[in-house]
């Protein structure tokens, strides 16, 4: 199935920080020109010595022309690329342009996803993580997701008795449902992220709560499939 651009080119690099917030929030910022930022610390042993190691995502609309490949996957990017869009951006207790310029390094690719597949495999064969859910990053999901893929699935082949495709249509039959619903719902956060940054006077605070409520209830049950 083919992969869907979004129209979004995105550039991601780690950068080492003092602190972050508590240490365990995400942030997701967006400006009137839709340039929006993902951050979060991803690093128990940079907590454990008191800094945070910070995972940052940098999007912005871009025409969606070609094919993704076209693109280029995890390209080196430099900083000039990428900062003129976020040169404005001071948020205060973080200072994003300070940020993107302290990364050891940068890398670029289009921002796809993949339109949920009406199966994962058949016989002893089947998909997990990317390969069968691909989705938009914007909900910091994907990992997460693929990791509970591997529980479930890893549970599955325990009470399978021996018969391993048997378990693998359970594990799909579990997952598949979950992780669609996560896909979907992280098109949609797009679509309302971007919405409001074309409309500076909608009442955002009000669209934030329910995109981020509707995000939050299918991602919850997204880990049903676990359990």
């Known amino acids: ?28 910022a967006n400006d009137d020109r839709g340039a929006r930022l993902v951050a979060y610390p991803c690093s128990a042993g940079h907590a454990d010595r008191g800094k945070a190691l910070l995972n940052w ?11 993704p490949d076209a693109v280029g996957w995890d ?16 948020l205060g207790w973080l200072d994003v ?15 796809v996803d993949r339109d949920p597949l009406p ?3 058949e016989g002893a064969v089947t998909l997990l993580g990317d390969a069968a859910h691909l989705m938009y990053p ?15 699935l890893a549970a599955e082949l325990a009470r399978g008795g ?28 797009d679509r309302a992220e971007r919405a409001m940054a074309a409309h500076p006077g909608h009442d955002k605070g009000r669209t934030l709560e329910t995109v981020t409520g509707d995000y939050r209830e299918a991602v919850e049950n997204g880990r049903l499939g676990t359990e």
């Open 119 to 121: 199966h994962w495999g």
């Open 162 to 189: 021996g018969a391993t495709a048997a378990a693998l249509r359970r594990y799909e039959d579990a997952r598949r449902p979950a992780t669609t619903a996560i896909v979907l719902a992280n098109r949609r956060m």
């Open 1 to 28: 199935m083919e992969l869907s651009l979004a129209g979004v080119h995105m550039w991601r690099g780690l950068t080492e920080l003092d602190g972050f917030l508590d240490g365990r929030t995400m942030i997701l």
């Open 57 to 67: 995502v940098c999007m912005v609309p871009t025409p969606a022309a070609g094919h």
């Open 138 to 152: 914007i909900g910091a999901n994907g990992a997460s997701q693929a990791i509970l893929d591997a529980a479930a």
């Open 97 to 111: 342009p300070a940020v993107l310029t302290r990364s050891g390094g940068i890398l670029q690719y289009p921002m």
């Open 75 to 90: 390209a080196p990017a430099a900083l000039a690329d990428v900062l003129p869009h976020f040169a404005h951006w001071n």
